[in-house]
């Protein structure tokens, strides 16, 4: 079955073929390093990987580009506001490289706590200033740029498609626009080089042919998709809120330096929502997995979840929910455990897991095939074997996983021991006073005709 995407850009599922038959490129808009990561943003990042797992299932090779913001992401869309950086940098007392090099790791460890996949290639905005420069100084030159008092900006009014991956409603934005726009031309437009403020030295500022001063967001990521992808790559991705103006933005840069759309399919991860409001780093509370794991949960129960909706709903996110998830991911564990060991794939089942994941990776029907496959009468053996291959796509790390063997302590099996032999001797007193020492350290004693068993108390 050829593979049905989403293409933000065209509004319809597509089939899927890449640019150079058997190769894939990926470009996927990574974190901002200000801050942690909400399990929020980490949504995005597990569809992604949900996303790579079903073209490496389908036997393409893929090349996986994720940047890191380490600079230039002002707190507002419209250009105005501080350096998220600078501020993060502020926040924690430390300066702003170090702060993206302790959340970029942070980053890096909650993927590996959710079975993402590392990408191919990591790539920093600040290691491609040089790039950067030079992608604006081909737009400057075609035209499309003016000068303000604080940077350089894109004037999209020039550009007949802006917007379009938006459907944006020009001529409705102009009309209805009350907002200060400042010295900009239209709403719309977007800064592509900023001046470092006159009063103020900024860490993070480079020389350009312009002034001092750092790029503005959108740039970097078309300059660093295009040198590790090309031109017009395949796939390029993010979160739903991408698609007004970083992507739109992303594009029109595009069709200025190279004449294309930058990727053949804009696919966008809705959002994970909370009670009362989405996910917000800046309202300074919000959910991080090691949240979930300081309370208990196992990072992959979050996974599991997150494959229970299809990636263009918004998901809800309840403790109830993610409790659900935990208990269907514990049983998916020991079923498999406890089965023989692997023999051959059904194709049947297979088949059928792999018409739903094709179809717009639809992992929330998915799950339904493995269940149902998962309590059929095939042997169990067999049953090991296709699990394993559709785990290639859940990435839930089944065959990894083990139950957890209570070890009893030596001197706790000492008294265990030493009680057995009171007992044979019918000295129950001391029977007795070991019964009381092995209780009172936190063990349960259970005596059968089969013998004594000892747990640690629950
Ligand atoms: P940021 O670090 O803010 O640049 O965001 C990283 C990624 O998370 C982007 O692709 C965003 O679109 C995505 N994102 C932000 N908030 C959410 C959310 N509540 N649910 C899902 N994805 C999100
Ligand atoms: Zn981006």
């Known amino acids: 079955m050829t593979l049905k995407l989403y293409d933000t850009y065209r509004r319809s599922l597509c089939d899927f073929e890449p640019i150079t038959p058997g190769k894939v490129g990926i470009y996927a808009c990574g974190p901002t390093v200000y801050d942690y990561a909400h399990i929020g943003n980490l949504r995005t990042y597990v569809f992604e990987d949900i996303l790579r797992r079903v073209l490496e299932f389908k036997g393409f090779s893929v090349e996986h580009v994720v940047n890191i913001t380490d ?5 507002s869309d419209g250009d105005t506001g501080e350096d998220k950086m600078e ?3 502020r926040k924690a007392g430390e300066s702003a490289w170090d702060i993206a090099e302790r959340f970029t790791d942070a980053f890096k460890s909650d993927l590996n706590n959710l079975n993402i996949l590392e990408p191919t ?5 600040t290691d491609h200033i040089p790039e950067q420069i030079a992608d604006i100084g081909k737009i400057e030159a075609k035209g499309f740029t003016y000068k303000t008092s604080d940077g350089i900006y894109f004037d999209t009014s020039k550009l007949d498609s802006y917007g379009y991956l938006a459907r944006l409603d020009k001529e409705g934005l102009a009309e209805g626009a009350r907002v200060d726009v400042g010295e900009k031309h239209s709403l719309t437009d977007f800064a592509l080089w900023k001046f470092s403020p006159m009063d103020d030295q900024r860490q993070m500022e480079w020389e350009s042919p312009w002034g001092v001063g750092f790029p503005g967001w959108h740039i970097e990521c078309s300059a660093m998709a295009v040198k590790y992808l090309g031109e017009k790559f395949d796939i390029h991705c993010g979160g739903k809120d991408h698609i007004p103006v970083h992507h739109s933005n992303e594009i029109a840069q595009s069709e200025v330096c190279h004449g294309t759309t930058l990727a053949n399919f804009w696919l966008h991860g809705y959002f994970l929502e909370t009670d009362s409001s989405k996910m917000s780093k800046s309202s300074g509370e919000f959910l991080r997995v090691q949240t979930l ?3 208990e949960y196992d990072p992959l129960a979050y996974r599991y979840l997150c494959l229970t909706a299809h ?3 918004d998901l809800k996110f309840t403790w109830e929910s993610l409790d659900s998830a935990s208990i269907a991911l514990g049983r998916l564990r020991s079923a ?3 089965w023989d060991d692997a023999s051959d794939v059904d194709p049947d089942f297979l088949m059928r897991f792999s018409e739903q994941v094709e179809r717009d990776l639809n992992t929330a029907t998915a799950l339904a095939v493995v269940w149902e496959m998962a309590k059929s009468d095939l042997d169990s053996s067999v049953r090991k074997a296709t699990l394993l291959e559709m785990d290639r796509v859940l990435g839930l790390d089944l065959a990894n996983w083990e139950p957890i063997v209570e070890t009893i302590p030596e001197e706790i099996l000492l008294l265990v ?4 032999l009171a007992r044979q001797e019918k000295n129950w007193p001391l029977a007795d006073d070991l019964r009381d020492q092995i209780v009172g350290a936190g063990y349960e004693l259970d005596d059968s005709a089969a013998g004594t068993s000892v747990r640690r108390k629950g």
């Open 121 to 125: 290639t990591w790539c920093r905005a």
């Open 336 to 338: 498999f455990y406890s």
């Open 293 to 295: 794991v300081d309370r």
């Open 311 to 313: 990636y263009r709903s």
């Open 87 to 89: 501020k993060g940098s």
């Open 417 to 420: 021991e030493s009680r057995r």
């Open 71 to 75: 600079m230039g992401h002002l707190t």
